[in-house]
C-alpha cells in the first residue's frame, strides 16, 4: 500500500491520516522533551522507561512494514534497494541500512514475530534474533513446517522473559526442546561446527601506541572469553573493594586491565615451550651504572624499544626475565644469575610469612605479589628470605619509582612518602 497522495483500496486517503499521526507523535515527543525528568517522581521515570520501550518495539514494527514494502522508494529515486535511499537520503550507515532491510523482510514472513513487535512485547532487537533462528530452521534439511511453526510460537513466548542474549542462545537450541529425540544429536553438530569455526577465527594482534602502551585486540572462542572474564573477574574485585575501602574510584576496566597483567607476569614459565634448550626469555640490556641510577632506560628484548630503569629493577624480580648488565665498553658482566632469582619454594615461604602485599595501605593477596629485593641486587642484595618481601604489582613499581622513598616499620610493612 503507498503511503503517497494516492487513494487506497479501501477507498480512503491515507496521506492526511499519516501527517497527522505523524504530527501528533513529535508533538508529543517535544513536549515531554520540554520538561526536566530531573524533577519527576520515581513512579513518573519508571513509567515512562517502560512505555518507551514498549513504544520503541511498536514503532520499529512501523518502520520496518513501511521497508518490507519499500522497492517503490528505490524505483523512484534510482536508489539499487531501500538501503541505497536510507544511506543516500537518511544518511544511514550501509551496513546498518542493509540489516534494516533485512530484517523487514524477515519480519514479513513471521506473523507471530510481526505481531509481538506490534504489540510491543518483541523488540527490534529480539526481532532480528528470532528471525535469523527461524531461518536457520527453515533451511535445516531434518525440520518440517510444523516444527518452524511451533519454534516460532515459542521463541516469541520467551521474547517476553529473556533478553536478546539469552534468547540467542535459546534459538540455537529450541529444536532439540520441540523434539529432543530427533534434534540433541543435531545441536550436538550444530555446537561441534561452531566450536570449530571458533577455533578458525581465533586470533591476537597487538600495536604498540608509542606512549607506553599496547592496544591488544583478541578473539577466542566463547568459552575462552567466559573463563578469562571469570578470572578477571576474580582478581579485579577485590581490589575494587579494597580501593572503595580507602576512599578511591578506579574505573573497573582499569582494574580488568591490571588483573590481564596480574596473570600474564605470574603465570608459571615452566609452562612455557623449550627453545633451543633454554625456556622462553625476556631479555633486558642496560648498563651497571642504568641499574643502580634512579633515572635512567633499559632495552626491552632485541628491538631496542626502551623501558625506565625503575622498571627494568621491578621486572628483573621475576624469574622470567634474565638482565644483560654492561661494563663500560659493553662487555657482558651478568648474563642473569640463578641465585639472583627467587625460587619457587622461596616465593612459597614468602606467601606463608607475608600472606598478602606489605604495602601499609594494601591488602591485595599474595597470589597477586612478587617477590622483591629490600637490598637491590644491583647492590649486591642477597636472594633469601630476610631480604625479600612480596610486593603487587601496583607497589612494586612504586618502590622502584624515584619519586617514591619507603621505610619498613617494625611489623615488616612497607610505608611509602613520596619525595618533594
Given at each position: 500500500?503507498?503511503?503517497?497522495?494516492?487513494?487506497?483500496?479501501?477507498?480512503?486517503?491515507?496521506?492526511?491520516?499519516?501527517?497527522?499521526?505523524?504530527?501528533?507523535?513529535?508533538?508529543?515527543?517535544?513536549?515531554?522533551?520540554?520538561?526536566?525528568?530531573?524533577?519527576?517522581?520515581?513512579?513518573?521515570?519508571?513509567?515512562?522507561?517502560?512505555?518507551?520501550?514498549k513504544l520503541q518495539a511498536q514503532q520499529a514494527a512501523l518502520k520496518l512494514r513501511v521497508l518490507a514494502v519499500a522497492g517503490d522508494i528505490a524505483e523512484e529515486t534510482g536508489?539499487?534497494?531501500?538501503?541505497?535511499?536510507?544511506?543516500?537520503?537518511?544518511?544511514?550507515?550501509?551496513?546498518?541500512?542493509?540489516?534494516?532491510?533485512?530484517?523487514?523482510?524477515?519480519?514479513?514472513?513471521?506473523?507471530?514475530?510481526?505481531?509481538?513487535?506490534?504489540?510491543?512485547?518483541?523488540?527490534?532487537?529480539?526481532?532480528?534474533?528470532?528471525?535469523?533462528?527461524?531461518?536457520?530452521?527453515?533451511?535445516?534439511?531434518?525440520?518440517?513446517?510444523?516444527?518452524?511453526?511451533?519454534?516460532?510460537?515459542?521463541?516469541?513466548?520467551?521474547?517476553?522473559?529473556?533478553?536478546?542474549?539469552?534468547?540467542?542462545?535459546?534459538?540455537?537450541?529450541?529444536?532439540?526442546?520441540?523434539?529432543?529425540?530427533?534434534?540433541?544429536?543435531?545441536?550436538?553438530?550444530?555446537?561441534?561446527?561452531?566450536?570449530?569455526?571458533?577455533?578458525?577465527?581465533?586470533?591476537?594482534?597487538?600495536?604498540?601506541?608509542?606512549?607506553?602502551?599496547?592496544?591488544?585486540?583478541?578473539?577466542?572462542?566463547?568459552?575462552?572469553?567466559?573463563?578469562?572474564?571469570?578470572?578477571?573477574?576474580?582478581?579485579?574485585?577485590?581490589?575494587?573493594?579494597?580501593?572503595?575501602?580507602?576512599?578511591?574510584?578506579?574505573?573497573?576496566?582499569?582494574?580488568?586491565?591490571?588483573?590481564?597483567?596480574?596473570?600474564?607476569?605470574?603465570?608459571?614459565?615452566?609452562?612455557?615451550?623449550?627453545?633451543?634448550?633454554?625456556?622462553?626469555?625476556?631479555?633486558?640490556?642496560?648498563?651497571?651504572?642504568?641499574?643502580?641510577?634512579?633515572?635512567?632506560?633499559?632495552?626491552?628484548?632485541?628491538?631496542?624499544?626502551?623501558?625506565?630503569?625503575?622498571?627494568?629493577?621491578?621486572?628483573?624480580?621475576?624469574?622470567?626475565?634474565?638482565?644483560?648488565?654492561?661494563?663500560?665498553?659493553?662487555?657482558?658482566?651478568?648474563?642473569?644469575?640463578?641465585?639472583?632469582?627467587?625460587?619457587?619454594?622461596?616465593?612459597?615461604?614468602?606467601?606463608?610469612?607475608?600472606?598478602?602485599?606489605?604495602?601499609?595501605?594494601?591488602?591485595?593477596?599474595?597470589?597477586?605479589?612478587?617477590?622483591?629485593?629490600?637490598?637491590?641486587?644491583?647492590?649486591?642484595?642477597?636472594?633469601?628470605?630476610?631480604?625479600?618481601?612480596?610486593?603487587?604489582?601496583?607497589?612494586?613499581?612504586?618502590?622502584?619509582?624515584?619519586?617514591?622513598?619507603?621505610?619498613?616499620?617494625?611489623?615488616?610493612?612497607?610505608?611509602?612518602?613520596?619525595?618533594?
Amino acid at each position: 500500500m503507498s503511503l503517497g497522495s494516492g487513494i487506497d483500496h479501501w477507498g480512503t486517503s491515507p496521506g492526511d491520516m499519516v501527517d497527522a499521526a505523524l504530527t501528533a507523535i513529535e508533538s508529543s515527543v517535544q513536549e515531554l522533551l520540554s520538561t526536566d525528568p530531573a524533577y519527576w517522581r520515581i513512579e513518573q521515570k519508571k513509567d515512562l522507561l517502560e512505555r518507551l520501550e514498549k513504544l520503541q518495539a511498536q514503532q520499529a514494527a512501523l518502520k520496518l512494514r513501511v521497508l518490507a514494502v519499500a522497492g517503490d522508494i528505490a524505483e523512484e529515486t534510482g536508489a539499487k534497494d531501500a538501503s541505497g535511499w536510507l544511506r543516500t537520503d537518511l544518511l544511514v550507515d550501509k551496513a546498518v541500512a542493509r540489516s534494516q532491510v533485512k530484517l523487514a523482510a524477515g519480519v514479513a514472513k513471521y506473523d507471530l514475530v510481526a505481531a509481538g513487535l506490534a504489540e510491543g512485547m518483541v523488540s527490534q532487537d529480539k526481532a532480528r534474533v528470532i528471525t535469523k533462528a527461524l531461518d536457520a530452521i527453515e533451511a535445516d534439511p531434518a525440520a518440517s513446517s510444523e516444527d518452524l511453526v511451533l519454534a516460532e510460537k515459542l521463541l516469541v513466548d520467551y521474547a517476553t522473559r529473556l533478553t536478546a542474549n539469552e534468547l540467542k542462545i535459546v534459538g540455537k537450541r529450541i529444536l532439540a526442546e520441540i523434539d529432543p529425540e530427533r534434534f540433541e544429536a543435531v545441536e550436538a553438530k550444530a555446537l561441534q561446527r561452531e566450536e570449530e569455526r571458533a577455533q578458525r577465527r581465533t586470533f591476537f594482534q597487538s600495536r604498540d601506541n608509542g606512549d607506553g602502551t599496547v592496544d591488544i585486540h583478541v578473539r577466542v572462542s566463547r568459552a575462552v572469553g567466559v573463563r578469562l572474564r571469570t578470572i578477571l573477574d576474580s582478581l579485579a574485585q577485590p581490589r575494587k573493594l579494597s580501593a572503595q575501602d580507602r576512599g578511591v574510584k578506579a574505573p573497573y576496566d582499569r582494574l580488568l586491565g591490571q588483573a590481564f597483567a596480574r596473570v600474564v607476569e605470574t603465570y608459571d614459565v615452566d609452562q612455557l615451550p623449550r627453545h633451543g634448550g633454554h625456556g622462553t626469555t625476556v631479555f633486558i640490556t642496560m648498563t651497571l651504572d642504568q641499574l643502580r641510577a634512579d633515572l635512567g632506560t633499559a632495552a626491552l628484548g632485541f628491538d631496542g624499544d626502551q623501558i625506565t630503569a625503575a622498571e627494568a629493577r621491578r621486572m628483573a624480580c621475576n624469574a622470567d626475565l634474565v638482565p644483560l648488565v654492561l661494563g663500560t665498553d659493553s662487555e657482558i658482566l651478568d648474563f642473569g644469575r640463578t641465585a639472583r632469582l627467587a625460587h619457587p619454594i622461596q616465593h612459597r615461604a614468602l606467601r606463608l610469612r607475608d600472606r598478602c602485599c606489605q604495602a601499609e595501605d594494601c591488602d591485595a593477596p599474595a597470589a597477586w605479589t612478587e617477590a622483591h629485593h629490600l637490598k637491590p641486587w644491583s647492590e649486591g642484595g642477597r636472594t633469601d628470605l630476610a631480604n625479600m618481601v612480596l610486593l603487587c604489582g601496583s607497589d612494586h613499581r612504586r618502590i622502584h619509582d624515584p619519586k617514591y622513598g619507603y621505610e619498613r616499620l617494625p611489623d615488616g610493612r612497607i610505608r611509602f612518602t613520596r619525595r618533594t
